[in-house]
């Protein structure tokens, strides 16, 4: 190399637009972003560089970013072209794409650079304050069981469940895949846009489009990471001394006389300070021995791309292996992609994507979900801290006094059996294109296949614990609360399915007049099949397979199958013109076969407009500054038929009792009888949709505003009517009918900013999103008042007592109405009728909105300089309650381990007794510290509905390419490491608790935070 190569050179040049007008502040720099510029007002830029072969980037906003290779050159004019990403970027709608600025529907979408900067894990919640219009809601942390809830514009849009649809295949659930294999993500939130979807539609839209091949030389990506993570808030349980203390006080509380108190002082002397010898007492945190520091997971991606113009390609494999911050508790997920596309001949083009995962997820026979009885986290909170955890070899079980016994969360955890979800999927898809001779017109055959297997294991094994009874304080050798004998129950279900889309599209322009069409007829036929079995009495636990079970258990001998066919049409017609007014229309007529002949299609039509104000030249000229806008609006219907979807509620069918209950002479028969009368004039459940929106940016992108305003109507709702007929009447009359209504409206606001000083870019995002509810029409009990009913109300309020503080006195107690035993410091509820009682029947009002979030946020922050990269996410949720009592169906209100303390004679919170109620602390947050529970209403009241809204750093990440002379002597293009993290601050009303815990929960499996180290590899 020469000298002269090694010289630093000056170079300059001038920076213009494509109408030849100077651009000012275009930030110009070197590749490795060591010397950088803006250009002047002239647009005129001087930088120097180590030699005349580097390469300059000019990048400004708006504009599409280029590279310029100097070869020798000192002196340069770049010209710059609009960004397509303002006025081009192609959206993801349904069955098709469509540029950015002739969209007129309600569509978001998320791509994949934006989904990279969160940390590993499920897919659905990288979404959370990402999307515009939709909600999000984890309510676990457990491995495999830790996705988000997801509900477009809330859960009072249509039916609420939104359709999940993976590259044009429908689907149940959300997919569990990489994001490494995600090019987009796109909500369809309006009639217009959901319209072309139909019958399923009516709660939005959710697409999913995998990435594919691109013009290149192959290229091999390979992602690797290791994340770590830990529990995001937990409220921590009294230690042993702290309980046996607390436990006396609230006793005493009750009135208990000392010398009857559970804990003697020698007792607790033995508690504080247990010596070597002590055989019975010590100090226990169950949730230390519980809960791992830290759970690891690895995450490992490899993929390979590229093509030409003849064919183009995407593979990719990966694995992910989850371990639990409780030991014992995992998912393992390993995956492939294939997405081929071939320009067969100038006019036919095939397309082919082949896909599909195992996962395996597992957890103790016990359990972990907050909806397992006697799980391994109720047993934890209902273990006591002032026992031993081991006794004489074996593990020391805690005999609860309110029959909850036998438990210790670490046995439960080692020694109740396993329970494991295994799942295989497959999906194929097939495309064929052919262009027609007629300029536009073309024909396409779409094709997909979707296999689905499960099969569910899951074993109990009997073990002995040593219990001590506090009350003879005596051991004794008991079984764990789990089982008392080893079983073994297993589920197999397969889901097959099919889709075929024979479609024909138009498109082409007439001098300024533009016109698109698509005629799409979709069959798709499902196949569900399920079985079960249960033994008993195993001999051996050694091999825990159903042959080896002694003892059948019939109720779970079971099999069933499931046929659902549907069939639908469906139209789309474009319409612009000079690219400043847009038209478009939509349409699905959809079949069902839930619902009688007579009533079976239905038709659902969309249509919106779209005017581009800044296409105009008075406003170029009125407002330069300005260099987009866009209003548009659009109405249209929807319908559903998931209530009674795999029904056929049009006719009687027949169903076998479960006990012998006739006669054939003297042998008893189970009794084969007709179901509930039919309902011939069931019809679809309909969603009108009314959406206006603007979309507008300015000053080359510092400024971008997206508005939408929205109102839904559900007339027809399917629903039940067991509450409009008399007990007497039995079941004899139809299970459905269309009669409930509800509406909701809202809105939702994106705010963007984008900048670039000299080598340093960043930009802003900020969402919001408003959707709120209304029941207008539903079927209720006659006798109830006007205030008890929900006609009117939110959907999802809790319902139950007003409480307006604690009573001090007994005095004051003599003096209110009350609902049961009440003493001092118990919750004082509102009479609402006045009549000098409380009563369930006449009291209850709403005291809380639904668990379901009405307004979402959030705040993007991302930045480069120099190879250092920044991204930083604020999310957050408001106007919902978390109530920390339970509410069971046909049981009613109960307590919780959050709410009472000692419930169910089990640990306690701290904060739940610190802060009680006592005469000595009359201003408390919580009602009167005691043992007895006292049916007193206070469980139902509003008293423990708490605030939910939060605001939480829901991920950050830096990371740091290496520069690009680094590593390219090595074959390879790109090396970036980054650190990532979820989760890592929340700011909520709840001091002990995450605020998306779930609602009821006796134990639930905490969300977690965590801690991620990566490394990006591009060959």
């Known amino acids: 190399m020469s000298a002269g190569a090694n010289a630093q050179v000056k170079v300059e040049g001038s920076v213009f637009d494509e109408m030849d007008n100077p651009l000012i502040g275009v930030s110009v720099f070197t590749e490795n972003r060591k010397a950088g510029t803006v250009t002047d007002v002239d647009g005129h830029f001087s930088i120097t560089v180590p030699n005349t072969r580097e390469i300059l980037t000019f990048s400004y906003v708006g504009y599409t970013t280029q590279k310029v290779t100097l070869k020798g050159r000192k002196l340069l004019k770049v010209v710059l072209k609009e960004d397509s990403e303002l006025l081009d970027e192609v959206v993801v709608v349904g069955y098709g794409t469509q540029k950015k600025g002739s969209v007129t529907g309600a569509i978001s979408q998320v791509g994949n650079k934006e989904l990279k900067m969160a940390p590993s894990g499920s897919l659905s919640n990288m979404l959370a304050g990402r999307l515009p219009g939709l909600i999000t809601k984890q309510s676990s942390g457990q491995p495999g069981q830790d996705g988000s809830s997801l509900y477009i514009r809330g859960n009072g849009a249509g039916d609420g469940d939104p359709l999940i649809v993976v590259d044009g295949v429908v689907t149940d659930y959300f997919p569990s895949f990489s994001q490494d294999e995600v090019e987009s993500i796109t909500i369809l939130k309006d009639a217009t846009a959901a319209a072309v979807y139909g019958v399923r539609a009516a709660a939005g839209v959710i697409l999913v489009t995998t990435k594919r091949g691109t013009v290149q030389k192959p290229t091999v990506t390979v992602n690797s990471s290791v994340t770590l993570s830990q529990n995001t808030n937990f409220p921590e349980f009294l230690n042993g001394p702290d309980f046996a203390y607390w436990y006396n006080t609230a006793q005493r509380m009750d009135g208990v006389a000392e010398e009857s108190l559970r804990f003697s002082a020698d007792e607790i002397a033995r508690i504080e300070n247990p010596g070597s010898d002590e055989q019975v007492y010590g100090n226990t945190d169950w949730f230390d021995l519980l809960f791992k520091d830290v759970a690891p997971t690895y995450t490992n991606n490899v993929s390979v791309s590229g093509g030409t113009d003849k064919l183009k390609f995407f593979a990719s494999v990966g694995a992910y292996n989850q371990k639990g911050i409780i030991d014992k508790t995992s998912y393992d997920k390993y995956n492939f992609r294939s997405n081929m596309d071939a320009k067969i001949t100038d006019n036919f083009d095939l397309s082919l994507g082949l896909s599909g995962y195992v996962s395996t997820d597992s957890e103790p026979g016990a359990g972990a979900g907050p909806g397992t009885y006697a799980s391994i986290f109720q047993q934890a909170m209902l273990s006591y801290p002032y026992l031993r955890s081991e006794y004489n070899g074996l593990p020391v079980g805690s005999l609860n006094l309110d029959g909850n016994g036998n438990n210790n969360p670490i046995a439960a955890r080692d020694l109740s059996g396993k329970n494991t979800n295994k799942k295989t999927y497959f999906q194929g898809n097939v495309s064929m294109k052919w262009q027609l001779p007629v300029k536009g017109l073309s024909v396409k055959l779409n094709g997909s296949y979707v296999k689905h297997y499960a099969m569910r294991k899951k074993y109990f094994l009997p073990y002995d614990l040593n219990c001590w009874n506090q009350s003879t304080r005596s051991w004794g050798v008991e079984k764990g609360r789990i089982a008392s004998t080893a079983s073994l129950n297993q589920w197999f279900t397969e889901t097959e399915e099919y889709t075929i889309q024979p479609a024909i599209e138009y498109a082409n322009n007439f001098g300024k007049h533009a016109v698109s069409g698509l005629f799409l007829y979709e069959f798709t036929n ?122 056929m509620t049009y006719f009687s069918t027949a169903s076998l009792s479960t006990d012998p209950i006739v006669l054939f002479g003297n042998t008893p028969q189970k009794y084969l009888g007709i179901s509930r009368p039919v309902n011939p004039l069931l019809k679809w459940e309909l969603t009108d949709t009314y959406n206006v929106g603007i979309e507008s940016s300015m000053w080359n992108g510092l400024l971008g505003v997206e508005l939408d305003v929205f109102y839904m109507k559900t007339t027809r709702s399917l629903e039940s009517q067991s509450a409009s007929f008399p007990p007497s009447l039995g079941d004899y009359y139809p299970a459905y009918t269309n009669y409930g209504s509800h509406d909701n ?143 069971y169906a046909n049981v009613g209100y109960d307590n919780t381990f959050y709410t009472k303390p000692f419930y169910c004679d089990g640990n306690t919170p701290y904060y739940l007794v610190e802060n009680s109620w006592r005469p000595d602390n009359p201003d408390a947050e919580y009602p009167r510290l005691g043992i007895v529970s006292r049916d007193n209403g206070g469980k139902m009241s509003s008293w423990w509905v708490e605030n939910g809204t939060y605001i939480r750093l829901k991920s950050m990440q830096i990371g740091y390419t290496l520069p690009s002379q680094w590593v390219t002597p090595a074959g390879i293009k790109k090396v970036r490491f980054y650190v990532s993290g979820g989760n890592l601050l929340t700011f909520s009303h709840l001091k002990h608790l995450d605020p998306e815990m779930p609602s009821v929960n006796q134990g639930y499996y905490p969300q977690q935070r965590t801690y991620e180290l990566g490394l990006n590899v591009t060959f």
Request: hydrophobic share 35%; charged share 25%; aromatic share 12%.
């Open 745 to 887: 409206r809202g809105f939702e606001l994106v705010l963007t900013h984008h900048n670039c000083i000299k080598n340093f870019s960043y930009n802003v995002r900020g969402n919001i999103s408003w959707a709120r509810n209304k029941i207008l029409k539903m079927t209720e009990d006659p006798n109830v008042p006007n205030y008890m009913r929900s006609t009117g109300r939110p959907m999802g309020e809790y319902w139950g007592f007003v409480a307006e503080g604690l009573f001090q006195t007994e005095e004051e107690i003599a003096h209110s109405a009350v609902y049961g035993p009440t003493l001092p410091g118990d919750i004082k509820l509102k009479d609402i009728n006045g009549d000098g009682k409380i009563t369930y029947d006449q009291d209850r009002v709403p005291i809380g909105r639904s668990s379901t979030p009405e307004m979402m946020f959030g705040l993007n922050i991302g930045a480069e300089w120099k190879g250092i990269d920044f991204s930083m996410l604020w999310q957050g949720a408001a106007l919902f309650d978390v109530n920390l009592c339970g509410m």
């Open 526 to 647: 499902s196949k569900f099949s399920s079985l079960s079995a249960g033994r008993e009495d195993f001999p051996i636990t050694d091999i825990m397979d159903m042959s080896w079970g002694q003892k059948v258990n019939d109720n779970l001998v079971k099999g069933g199958h499931g046929i659902d066919k549907r069939a639908g049409y469906v139209l789309r017609l474009n319409y612009s013109y000079d690219d400043k007014y847009l038209l478009e229309i939509t349409s699905r007529i959809d079949a069902s076969t839930a619902l009688p002949k007579k009533y079976r299609w239905g038709v659902f039509p969309g249509v919106s407009v779209g005017w581009r104000v800044s296409q105009e030249d008075f406003f170029k000229e009125a407002v330069p500054f300005m260099e987009n806008l866009k209003i548009r609006a659009s109405a249209g219907r929807l319908g559903s038929d998931r209530a009674i979807s795999n029904t």
